[in-house]
């Protein structure tokens, strides 16, 4: 929500200024609200700047909440609709060889779209360009890793703070890319590496202690610490879990398992 915030009130600073120059008066006051209702902090200064109190003030968020919920759910049950169109559209977008043709030309209200080669398209959280391959994003997502290790490292606090800052800020924020896009499984492992260095130096404790040491649950003494490959390789199980008892589609995928590929098949029922 802080990210649509900033980009919310950027967006609009030009117009702003320009009312201003002509002589209005003329505040931003972005509000956010989740998919799910869940009501940002923004909201409650936006009733404090209009003075409402009370009731109103009170029965305000409940209402707001209310209508992003349903907006939700009338998006969810046509969501099959929707898909149809989105596929038709990047079926025709998209050759055989996996590259962008560019010789289809949309326009919405007689704008023209640009194609994922002029402007890469974020959908649902995972991001398209002309490549249309996740390497690029494979290495963003080590290099966020490298970030933000350097990030944790450079701060004041104890050992013991910087490892759940690791533990509860950073393994969070990459498990995301991890699991929405194709990044094989080597790249997860140099990043744990990366990770462990880390954390053997925030803990104190010798650099020749194994992972088997940090990570394992049978062991007597158990560190409260989690492996992000492990959480890499339990969501990607989940999804695929999830694929396969699901009614509508059950989609490809891969895992790794003792250094064996494994692969489900594609099937798609139609609708």
């Known amino acids: ?101 560019a010789s289809k030309i949309f326009t919405v209200a007689e704008q023209q779209i640009p194609t994922v080669s002029q402007e890469p398209v974020k959908s649902l959280g995972r991001w398209y360009d002309s490549s249309m391959k996740d390497t690029r994003r494979g290495l963003e997502t080590t290099e966020q890793a490298t970030e933000g290790l350097l990030a944790i490292n450079r701060c004041g606090l104890h050992g013991k703070y910087k490892v759940w800052c690791l533990q509860f800020m950073l393994i969070p924020k990459l498990l995301w890319p991890l699991l929405v896009y194709e990044i ?48 890499y390789k339990c969501g990607k199980a989940r999804l695929f879990s999830m694929l396969e008892d699901s009614d509508g589609c059950k989609d490809s995928a891969t895992f790794h398992k003792d250094g064996e590929e494994m692969e489900s098949c594609h099937s798609c029922r139609s609708s």
């Open 184 to 231: 094989c499984s080597t790249t997860v492992e140099a990043i744990e590496a990366k990770i462990n260095k880390f954390t053997r130096r925030w803990l104190g404790v010798p650099p020749g202690l194994t992972d088997v040491a940090m990570y394992c649950r049978t062991a007597k003494l158990k560190l409260p610490l989690k492996s992000i490959l492990e959480e």
């Open 1 to 101: 929500m802080e990210e649509a915030h900033i980009y919310k009130r950027e967006k609009y600073l030009n117009l702003t200024k320009e009312l201003r120059d002509a002589g209005y008066k003329a505040v931003i006051m972005p509000v956010e609200i989740g998919a799910r209702g869940f009501i940002g902090s923004s909201a409650y200064d936006l009733l404090t700047k209009l003075s409402i109190c009370g009731s109103g003030r009170t029965k305000a968020p409940k209402l707001l909440a209310e209508i992003a919920e349903n907006s939700s759910q009338w998006i969810w049950s046509r969501r099959n609709e929707m898909n149809e169109i989105q596929a038709e559209e990047v079926s025709q977008l998209v050759n055989k060889k996996r590259k962008v043709d």
